[in-house]
């Protein structure tokens, strides 16, 4: 596996569970439910 490769999927992968984290904090700031 090219190193290349390997980091854009953790670069992929830190996006996407910062993404999750910042809207599971903002959830639980708001109890109002969007969905």
Same mark, same amino acid.
């Given at each position: 596996?090219? !190193?290349?490769?390997? +980091?854009?999927? @953790?670069?992929?992968?830190?996006?996407? @569970?910062?993404?999750? @984290?910042? @809207?599971?904090?903002? +959830? %639980?700031?708001?109890? %109002? !439910?969007?969905?």
């Amino acid at each position: 596996m090219a !190193p290349n490769k390997k +980091i854009k999927s @953790l670069t992929s992968f830190v996006g996407t @569970l910062t993404r999750w @984290l910042a @809207l599971r904090e903002s +959830i %639980a700031s708001k109890p %109002a !439910p969007h969905m």
